[in-house]
Structure formats: structure tokens, C-alpha cells
């Protein structure tokens, strides 16, 4: 008798996990219908790719004539600095000896 109580008491638990099963295997299913809908949309733009490997080409030469052009600038300012700091000693002989 304890063996017929065991199995009854087992049975609600296996339907439980069977529906959680096929919740589960719903779950899946939809993931993988959409990610079916993504590849076929990369898959209708093979320009796609080059397109963005395109922009990073332009987007990396962009940043590297910034850096360019910021050197360039930091290297006038340098030269500025040191031709005003050579300016203000020359219009200001009263402070030399």
C-alpha cells in the first residue's frame, strides 16, 4: 500500500515537470523561429558586412587624422606658450637685473 501512495504521490509531480517541459521546449521554439527571421534578414543584405567594415575603415582613419590634428595643435600651443613666456620677459625689463 505504501507503494500505490508513492506512485500517486509522484504523478502530479511528473505532470508539473511535464508542463514545465513543454513550456520550456514552447521557450525554445520561439527563440529559434526568431533567431531563423535575423539570419535570414543578414542573409538578404550580404552588403551589410562590407558596409560596416566600411565604416570602421573610415571611422579608425578619422580617428587617426584627430590624433593628428591634436598633436599638431598641442605642439602650437607649446610654441606659443614659450613666445609669450619670451614676450612678457622682453616688455617687462624692470624685473631683470
Known sequence: MADSNTKNSEAPK?????????????GLRQNLAYLQ???EILDSKPDLL?????????????ASDLEAEVKQLREELKSIKELLGLNVERSNPVDSP
Open 14 to 26: 511528473r505532470e508539473e515537470l511535464i508542463g514545465k517541459l513543454k513550456e520550456i521546449q514552447l
Open 37 to 39: 527571421q535575423k539570419l
Open 50 to 62: 562590407s558596409s560596416l567594415e566600411s565604416l570602421k575603415k573610415d571611422a579608425e582613419s578619422r
